[in-house]
């Protein structure tokens, strides 16, 4: 008798929110990259990525700190009023030491900077989306 045929995992949809086409860019050939990783969509402004996740909640968000049209903590606060599971990773080129602990209070499952390692990030995103969290540098 033949065994059942199983569904393929599901894959993670990642969004992300940042005003730098590159920064976009890497994430989008990160999840090119990983087999169990789509795109849902990205944003270059709050705006944007506030209309996108109106129709479409990723399974996990990665936002910038600063944007154009307000920052990064503010949205998750947002965000996770109508999402509460909704796993978000902020990141920042800035060197604010208060960030990690900014992070955190807003409801955000980890913080990592920009200047961060693509294996460090590649560590945030499982990390998060297996439940844990990641906050560095620690604040």
């Given at each position: 008798m033949p065994s059942p045929v199983q569904a393929p995992p599901a894959k993670l949809r990642l969004a992300v929110v940042d005003d730098h086409a590159i920064i976009r860019g890497v994430f989008v050939t990160l999840v090119e990259d990983a087999?169990?990783?789509?795109?849902?969509?990205?944003?270059?402004?709050?705006a944007e990525a506030a209309d996108k996740i109106h129709w479409d909640i990723p399974d996990f968000l990665v936002l910038d700190v600063g944007l154009p049209d307000g920052n990064g903590f503010d949205f998750t606060l947002e965000v996770l009023n109508r999402a509460p599971n909704l796993p978000v990773l902020i990141v920042s080129a800035e060197e604010d030491p208060g960030y990690p602990g900014r992070a955190a209070a807003c409801g955000a499952r980890g913080f990592i900077a920009k200047e961060a390692s693509l294996e460090q990030l590649v560590e945030a995103v499982n990390t998060i989306q297996h439940g844990g969290k990641w906050f560095h540098p620690e604040g």
């Open positions: 087999p169990d990783m789509i795109m849902a969509w990205t944003a270059s402004s709050l």
